[in-house]
Structures are given as C-alpha cells and as structure tokens.
C-alpha cells in the first residue's frame, strides 16, 4: 500500500483566495482525521470522520473551514477565504480502528501570502 | 483543556548515549503514544500503551505508561544518527475509537556522531 496520500505537497496563494487540500486514505481503513500543526500551536486536530461522516469537527478553526469526505477513498479540506494565519503544516491520517495507531500523510505545507 | 508538558524541549547528545523524554499532564489519559517526525514527513508511531504501568519495547526504544494514567516516558538506548527528529507524545483520554488525540509540544533530539 501507497500510505496516506496527500496533495499538493506544498501550495502558495493570495489572501481571500480558495484553497482545497487533498487526501486519499489507506485502503480498507474507516477512520481519516485533519491535523494542523505550526510551530505556536503544535498538531491539533481539526475534524475526523468515521465510514466517511464527520464524527468531531470541534477543532475547526472557523467557517472559513470545511471537510468533506464523499467517499472512503477521498477527503478535502477547504479554507475559503484563506488567510495568512491559515499558514500551517495539513496532515492528513487514517486508520482501521480509532485515533490510536493511526497512519500519516506527508503533509501539505501551506503558505498564504 | 487538556495539555501535554513534554520535556525536555531539545537535546543533542553524543552518538551512543542515551536518551530519555518524558510526558505530563494534569488530566488522566487512557492511551499513550509516542511518534518520530523527520524533516518533511509526517509523525511515524513508534509505540502505543493501553495499560496503566505497562512497559514496552520496540528496538532500542522502551517507553511506560505511568501508573497515574498522567504520565509517560521514552527511553532510546544507545543512539545514532538516525534517531534524530522531533519526538511527540499524545495522549487519548476516551477510548481508542473517539478521535481526540492530544499531542505534546516535541522533543528535538540531535546526535552528533
């Protein structure tokens, strides 16, 4: 298996504009959770879903926030407007049973400027 | 909320020492996690605990779940190059499939060969 795959890598955009972050799990696993990690506020869990419904999304940020996963091998995060506080380290994980043991992406280092 | 006081915050030690990184915290925890971030990559679990006093090895690495359910250490015996990275502890206070891991702020371990 690939492992957590995330897309972009890296992304760069204006203030106010959309950005959507990408992310297909681990094959077979039925948790996928959104992390966010700077270096203030270290890793802090944005949302995680369960058989692909949103279980906890008490760590969004904002509105400007939202999760969508339509299916078990696809999940976005979307920030619209972006903001430069938004800039940060999106960490996409997932795994077969709970937020224990759970798998991570590369990352998406996000830069809004 | 619930924090985590990793400490200490850094460390460079010489090649063959070893090391030792603990986690605190004011509130109980019913899982402890230890994982190793490389520069560009995502956390890696290197051990999970699920017992109060449980002590286990992966390698050279032996981590404890306290026996006060607010604590944990890690343990690397005999160091090398590779170890270097930061290391976070996290800690789940419900049950393994609620989701909410809380992590600590890190440990960066430098080794010099």
């Known amino acids: 298996d690939a492992g957590v795959i995330q897309s972009p890598r890296h992304e760069v955009t204006e203030m106010g504009q959309e950005v959507t972050l990408r992310c297909k799990p681990i094959?077979?696993?039925?948790?996928l959770f959104w992390y966010r990690q700077t270096m203030m506020r270290g890793l802090e869990l944005l949302i995680y879903?369960?058989?692909?419904?949103?279980?906890?999304d008490s760590g969004m940020p904002e509105d400007r926030f939202s999760a969508k996963m339509p299916n078990a091998s696809f999940s976005t995060l979307k920030i619209q407007p972006s903001e430069p506080r938004d800039s940060a380290v999106y960490f996409c994980?997932?795994?077969?049973?709970?937020?224990?043991?759970?798998?991570f992406g590369q990352g998406t280092r996000l830069t809004v400027v | 909320g619930q924090q985590l006081n990793q400490s200490p915050q850094s460390m460079f030690i010489q090649e063959g020492e070893d090391v030792s990184m603990n986690c605190a915290s004011s509130?109980?925890?019913?899982?402890w996690l230890w994982y190793k971030q490389d520069p560009g990559e995502g956390p890696v679990l290197l051990i999970a605990?699920?017992?109060?006093?449980e002590l286990t090895s992966n390698g050279r690495l032996t981590a404890q779940f306290g026996i006060t359910r607010k604590d944990s250490f890690l343990n690397i015996s005999a160091s090398i190059p590779s170890d270097v990275g930061i290391y976070f502890c996290?800690?789940?206070?419900?049950?393994?499939?609620?989701?909410?891991?809380?992590f600590g702020q890190g440990t960066t371990l430098q080794v010099k060969p």
């Open positions: 994980a997932s795994s077969f049973w709970g937020a224990a043991e759970a798998f």
């Open positions: 094959s077979g696993h039925d948790y």
């Open positions: 879903f369960n058989n692909n419904v949103p279980i906890d």
């Open positions: 509130s109980i925890f019913n899982t």
């Open positions: 605990l699920y017992k109060a006093g």
């Open positions: 996290a800690g789940l206070a419900g049950s393994s499939n609620t989701g909410k891991l809380i």
